[in-house]
């Protein structure tokens, strides 16, 4: 009996769920098989059957409704049906970036606080799920129905052309190269092309991690945690202009959203009804997106992108620093939330302490702690409620807990400003100024919509936030002195106290250390910042702003949010330096003048500009995306999708591809349905679109189906007339051939009597000379991965192969090499 070599079998404890096809999703770069657990974790394997990670769901309720792997293996995408989505890290599993398909049409709430949003919202159950993802990397030297040679290349082009990055060469070497052959356009092309991708934020300094300090991460803030993630969320694209890096995130709601590098939104477009496949090449700037409406009814929908705009210098370059803003607030954001954190944290300790010691003083009618410790610093007389204070309560080991919080507190704020937030700050202001000087220099153009005043807003924002730290920072080194000082002195009155008041060894221990103590920074220390730092008012958020949510009218309406500018911050914090000791600060002409140099409500202003410029960026990006072209598969409504691909057309033809579906009849199990659609970019509608199709029988009775990703054949899996299976290989013919192509009997599997494995389902992957057919049975319990190469390598029929045999057979690197391009 024919057989292919047996990879590895795999059995799970429960059931894997493969029975939907996309709850399987196989990375072909590293031989990864990411599967749907019953416990709606993504459990992530190797082809050997060990697993490598596990991605785990915050909510236990949740279900995964689609997955997918990026080309390269260095993002695994996954649904959930909570109608989020989150991209995690190939290598580890961790969350990279998460999004939601849901919002009914509403628009998401401004909230007047830096709460983190954990997604908890469950106001649109029953919403929208993510059913499918594409990933797509284009060169966009692929010319579709614009002008040039054959080469791409536009002899016509001007100097607007290249100013505006209308089109350049791809290869900008090359490019660069032509200098000396003469050819002084592609020379230009280049020059300006490298010009524009001048980054000075490569030449500064990576930015540290974020030391969360047991603070709760939000799901931005996971991102920060280490310095291997940081640095690879704020790593250099590098120049990159030849591609486009695409992702397709298809709703069940029928509406597909465009994402570049993952994360920068270029537009949403409507298909109509429930996508249930997806499609790409590399070669063609059309993604097919095949959807099923409520009456079975398929329709394909061909959605092209305008990848020359793009791919230009001018978009990378928007592109590039719209998602470094969206980061850069992500991480400005967490470090504000670590340094409201660590001050609370900090304080409560010595606040307890203090707490109960004014509860015991105002009971005896002894004033209060403050009042004390003062009397005390001042006269070296001890009360007999505070000697039992110092000595039974604070005493050495609580002390010691009080003097560890507080300059731990102090060092981990300063470390946050100087090494997070204002390095922060820093490159928020160059990508700003970046973007703004490109929409003063397109201002009335199509080339770039963004007003300029929004990144001016944004400057502010930043410079306003700039000033506070840099005010935190002053007022952090003095208090910090006054704190060593003052708990220098209470470890010496612990002493003095514990051997007693007049004793020997306390006046030895007076005259020993008493003429070190600072009392200037003591006194002020007990006077003014014992129980209330001056950091309060930078640190912690205004009441009135704290859980506050509004529609966008509501919240620029708020008075807070009409006071915000740099000069009004710059005259708050100059007037707060005027205002004496236990005073109020108050100013007339602004409706809270604390808010202007509080650093968390600073950050909901800055968080509001960046939003609306975001916001702005986005509605042009979305002018770029044309409606969608649809057609009518001929088939019967209740036939079964089993696979979907794209490749270039056959005749070669710029710009046009074909579509070929794989359906299951419904009439006759054993017989396969195979239509194709030829799709022409950029032409109208009545031009665009070509069909045929052609029916495939195979004698038996189909369980599943799926394309070979690399030649021009299909593997099927049927079952026999002796009660076993069959895996199949059935070879298309070209468009010019219909002649009827040769089935090969790949592999036999015995009838589950004699095996105990009943296949149902299969998923192909892999790479050239490594391609791989997973077959699912036992109602997700097991599988048997299989060696498609087997013969093409020598093999005889037969048998079992190595793992070590598999890795090291034809090209490309197997799952041991986890290197990303």
Request: with cysteine; hydrophobic share 40%; net charge negative.
């Amino acid at each position: 009996m024919p057989s292919l070599a047996i990879i590895s079998e795999k059995s799970f404890p429960g059931t894997t769920r493969p029975a939907v096809s996309d709850l399987v999703a196989y990375c072909d770069t590293h031989d990864l098989v990411a599967i749907a657990a019953e416990t709606h974790d993504v459990v992530i394997y190797r082809i050997t059957g060990h697993a490598a990670f596990t991605i785990k769901r915050r909510n236990g309720e949740a279900e995964v409704t689609a997955l997918k792997w990026k080309q390269d293996g260095s993002v695994l995408a996954v649904g959930w049906n909570d109608g989020t989505y989150g991209l995690h890290s190939g290598e580890t599993g961790r969350l990279l970036s998460q999004g939601s398909v849901r919002g009914g049409g509403r628009e998401r709430e401004w909230r007047l606080d830096l709460m983190p949003d954990y997604g908890d919202d469950e106001d649109d159950e029953g919403g929208p799920v993510v059913t499918q993802f594409g990933w797509e990397w284009h060169a966009t030297s692929v010319s579709n129905g614009v002008r040039g040679d054959s080469n791409g290349n536009d002899s016509s082009l001007t100097t607007e052309d290249w100013c505006d990055g209308a089109e350049e060469d791809p290869d900008h070497l090359n490019a660069i190269a032509s200098l000396v052959d003469g050819n002084e356009r592609d020379a230009i092309l280049a020059l300006t092309t490298n010009i524009s991708a001048l980054d000075v934020i490569t030449v500064l300094p990576k930015l540290s991690a974020i030391p969360s300090h047991g603070l709760r991460a939000a799901p931005d803030g996971n991102k920060f945690g280490t310095q291997a993630i940081t640095d690879t969320v704020f790593a250099s694209p590098g120049v990159k202009h030849s591609n486009v890096d695409a992702l397709l995130i298809c709703s069940s709601d029928g509406h597909v959203q465009v994402l570049q590098d993952e994360t920068v939104k270029i537009g949403t477009v409507g298909v109509g009804s429930k996508p249930v496949m997806h499609a790409s090449c590399k070669s063609s700037a059309c993604h097919s997106v095949l959807c099923q409406d409520d009456t079975g009814e398929l329709h394909a929908n061909f959605i092209d992108l305008p990848l020359h705009t793009l791919g230009g210098s001018l978009f990378d370059v928007i592109a590039t620093n719209t998602k470094r803003i969206q980061n850069l607030l992500a991480y400005i954001t967490q470090t504000i939330r670590c340094i409201q954190h660590d001050f609370t944290t900090g304080l409560q300790f010595p606040t307890r302490i203090m707490t109960n010691m004014n509860a015991e003083l105002a009971e005896k009618q002894e004033g209060d702690v403050v009042t004390n410790l003062y009397h005390l610093a001042m006269t070296s007389d001890f009360t007999p409620t505070m000697l039992e204070w110092l000595v039974d309560i604070v005493k050495e080991t609580n002390h010691k807990r009080w003097d560890q919080a507080v300059n731990a507190m102090y060092t981990n704020i300063h470390n946050h400003l100087f090494f997070n937030l204002l390095p922060a700050l820093n490159r928020l202001s160059i990508a700003t100024t970046t973007l703004r000087g490109h929409a003063r220099f397109h201002e009335g153009t199509s080339n770039f919509e963004a007003p300029p005043a929004l990144f001016t807003q944004m400057l502010e924002g930043i410079d306003s936030l700039r000033l506070v730290a840099q005010k935190m920072q002053l007022l952090i080194m003095t208090e910090h002195r006054q704190f060593r000082a003052f708990s220098k002195w209470t470890r010496v009155m612990i002493e003095i106290g514990v051997a007693g008041p007049g004793s020997t060894g306390a006046i030895e221990t007076e005259e020993r250390e008493v003429p070190n103590f600072d009392y200037p920074l003591l006194l002020a220390y007990i006077q003014d910042t014992l129980t209330r730092s001056q950091l309060t008012r930078h640190i912690v958020q205004p009441t009135l702003l704290q859980g506050t949510r509004a529609s966008r009218g509501m919240f620029f309406a708020h008075p807070f949010m009409e006071q915000l500018g740099y000069e009004r911050t710059k005259e708050a914090l100059r007037r707060l330096g005027e205002v004496k000791l236990g005073e109020e600060f108050q100013w007339t002409e602004a409706c809270d003048a604390e808010a202007l140099v509080n650093l968390p409500a600073l950050g909901v202003g800055l968080a509001a500009s960046v939003r609306v410029a975001m916001e702005s960026v986005a509605v042009w990006q979305g002018k770029m995306l044309t409606a969608p072209t649809s057609v009518a598969v001929g088939a019967a409504p209740d036939a079964v999708v089993l696979d979907l691909r794209m490749e270039p057309h056959v005749g070669g033809e710029a710009g046009r591809s074909t579509t070929t579906v794989l359906l299951l009849s419904p009439e006759n199990t054993a017989q396969l349905l195979v239509l194709e659609t030829a799709h022409s970019a950029r032409v109208s509608r009545d031009e665009a679109l070509t069909t045929g199709s052609r029916t495939i029988g195979l004698g038996y009775e189909v369980l599943d189906a799926s394309f070979h990703a690399l030649q021009p054949a299909l593997i099927a899996l049927v079952r026999d007339e002796a009660g076993g299976s069959l895996l199949l290989r059935h070879s298309l013919p070209s468009a010019q051939d219909n002649d009827d192509t040769e089935i090969t009997v790949l592999h036999t599997f015995p009838p589950s009597s004699d095996s105990g494995f009943e296949p149902q389902k299969l998923v192909i992957g892999g790479r050239p000379g490594k391609m791989v057919c997973v077959v699912f049975g036992n109602e997700g319990r097991e599988w048997r991965a299989l060696d498609l190469d087997f013969v093409e390598r020598g093999g005889d029929g037969g048998g079992a192969v190595t793992t070590e045999e598999f890795m090291e057979d034809g090209d490309g690197g197997g799952d041991a090499e986890m290197s990303f391009a």
